[in-house]
């Protein structure tokens, strides 16, 4: 895993992966379209508003997964002080964030036709605007300090904290009353879901996790990049500087 | 093939609701992408740049 985690290795490899990546991610993106909006029979109960829900529940799997990321990665750059995973981690927060506002968005369209209402009070919906914030919180602390080091700790620290906060999405449907349904496809004994509306939705949320994935690498390499051309600067504006840390830095990694 | 499109299009009478959360969904995404894709390039030109002054001043 640390060779993995070696920025120049990761540059090297993330250039190669990128464009299959980019590809896959095209093309599941127009097949999951196509079987959501076209191929997909309507719901017996909920009619075609079941086609909101082939955005709205890989939208919501990617933001709670995202946040996972983002506090795993939180956690390494504390414990371990690797660059790369604050990088990671910072990297992952405003796509987070986005696909949180994705599911908000989306699940309150489909909440005002089949519930009535377009939002309620109750613990699903709360703890998932409470993961917006804390998306929000995050970004916004990491940048609040002059010392962008203790800003990035204190960011981690509430990145760690607030993951307490995914367990509570994943199980509010059962510890509390509310208008959301149960989770239907994982499930102990099985997906209790048609398979013309399952195939769709997994398509979906494969499409979805590989533009996350195409995106986190994209905006890495941006940060890695930005964090060379920085070292760059202090070397051409401080002479001495130039045979100290940023010899570290192979000139073509770019 | 008209009727057929215009039926599609009506999404059993909630196209509003269904049309705008897949509007929504891709106003997001494509903004994101958008965002990270120019600041990825701007890097990219900028470090090079930066890369290629610093060639010249070791050649000087």
């Known amino acids: 895993m640390h060779r993995f985690a070696n920025p120049t290795r990761f540059m090297r490899l993330s250039g190669a992966v990128l464009p299959w990546l980019t590809a896959a991610t095209i093309a599941a993106l127009a097949i999951g379209l196509v079987m959501a909006l076209v191929l997909a029979p309507p719901d017996y109960q909920q009619g075609e508003t079941v086609r909101i829900m082939f955005i709205h529940v890989p939208a919501a799997w990617i933001a709670m997964s995202a946040y996972g990321l983002v506090a795993g990665a939180s956690a390494a750059a504390l414990i371990w002080r690797h660059p790369l995973a604050e990088i990671a981690a910072r990297s992952a927060a405003p796509l987070g964030a986005g696909f949180t506002l994705v599911c908000l968005v989306t699940g309150s369209l489909w909440g005002a036709p089949m519930w009535g209402t377009w939002w309620v009070w109750d613990a699903r919906l709360t703890s998932v605007l409470i993961l917006f914030f804390l998306y929000l919180g995050y970004m916004a602390l990491g940048q609040a300090f002059d010392d962008p080091e203790r800003g990035g700790r204190a960011a981690s620290i509430l990145a760690l904290a607030g993951f307490i906060n995914v367990p509570i999405i994943k199980y509010s449907v059962d510890w509390w009353n509310t208008l959301h349904q149960p989770a239907s496809v994982m499930r102990m004994d099985g997906p209790a879901i048609d398979p013309a509306i399952l195939a769709p939705l997994l398509v979906m949320a494969l499409a979805f996790t590989l533009l996350f994935g195409v995106l986190l690498l994209v905006r890495m390499r941006t940060a890695l990049n930005e964090r060379k051309i920085r070292a760059l600067r202090l070397a051409a504006a401080t002479p001495e500087a130039a045979y100290g840390r940023p010899t570290s830095l192979t000139p073509r990694e770019a | ?60």
């Open chain 2, 1 to 60: 093939m008209g009727a057929d499109l215009s039926h599609w299009l009506e999404m059993g009478g909630y196209a509003v609701y269904v049309w705008s959360a897949y509007a929504v969904a891709t106003i997001v995404i494509l903004a994101m992408a958008l965002a990270s894709i120019g600041r990825y390039r701007t890097s990219r030109r900028l470090l090079a740049e930066l890369q290629a002054e610093g060639e010249g001043a070791h050649d000087a």
